[in-house]
C-alpha cells in the first residue's frame, strides 16, 4: 500500500464517480447533525467528521472551499479522502449488506461489529499518513463504542499497514 498522488486522487475520483460536497449543503447530513445533536450521541458531526454515504464524500465545514483541482487541497486531505475512498469501494463491493450493517450505525450502541470491521481498514490508510493505533483507536471508539477498546488495538497490532491490500 503507498499514498496516492494528487493526479491519483482525481483519477479515482473521476473513474469512481465520486461527488465531494460540503456537508452543510446536504439536507441528510444537516439532518443526522440535528438528530446526533439532540440525541446526545455527537455534538460534532458537522464539525469533526467527513462522511461517506454510497459514492458521495460529505466533508466537514473547517475544509472550506475544498476544490478537487487544486493539488494544495488534494495533498492537505489525502489521508481523509483515501480514508474515504475505502467506504467508497466497500460500498461499490458490497451495496446492500454495507448500507444495513453500516448506515445503522447507532443501533446498537457498543459491540456493533460490522461498524469496526468497515471502518478498520479505512484507518489502515491513516496509518500510512502516520497516525498512531492509540489515535485510531479513539476515534473509532467516537463512532459508538463500536468493539472494545483491547480488542481494536490488538487488531491493528497484527495486521501492519504494509499487509494491507486497498483496492484500486
Known amino acids: 500500500m503507498r499514498k496516492r498522488t ?30 446526533l ?6 455534538r460534532d458531526f458537522m464539525d469533526r467528521y467527513t462522511t461517506t454515504v454510497g459514492k458521495k464524500i460529505y466533508y466537514r ?23 474515504e475512498f475505502v467506504h467508497v469501494l466497500q460500498y461499490k463491493k458490497w451495496w446492500l449488506l454495507y448500507q444495513f ?16 470491521y468497515w471502518e478498520r481498514e479505512a484507518y489502515q490508510v491513516n496509518r ?11 476515534a473509532l471508539w467516537s463512532y459508538g463504542w463500536p468493539w472494545p477498546r483491547s480488542r481494536m ?6 495486521h501492519p499497514v504494509e499487509d494491507t491490500a486497498l483496492a484500486a
Open 6 to 35: 494528487p493526479d491519483e486522487i482525481r483519477a479515482f475520483v473521476r473513474e469512481h464517480k465520486v461527488q465531494i460536497l460540503p456537508k452543510k449543503a446536504s439536507w441528510l447530513m444537516r439532518a443526522c447533525a440535528w438528530f
Open 37 to 42: 445533536y439532540w440525541t446526545w450521541i455527537n
Open 153 to 158: 488495538r490488538k487488531w491493528f497490532e497484527n
Open 61 to 83: 465545514e473547517s475544509w472550506g472551499d475544498f476544490d478537487i483541482n487544486s493539488d494544495t487541497h488534494v495533498r492537505r486531505h489525502a489521508s481523509t479522502l483515501e480514508h
Open 101 to 116: 450493517t453500516y448506515l445503522l450505525v447507532f443501533l446498537p450502541l457498543g459491540l456493533a461489529w460490522f461498524r469496526f
Open 128 to 138: 500510512l499518513y502516520g497516525r498512531n493505533i492509540e489515535s485510531c483507536v479513539d
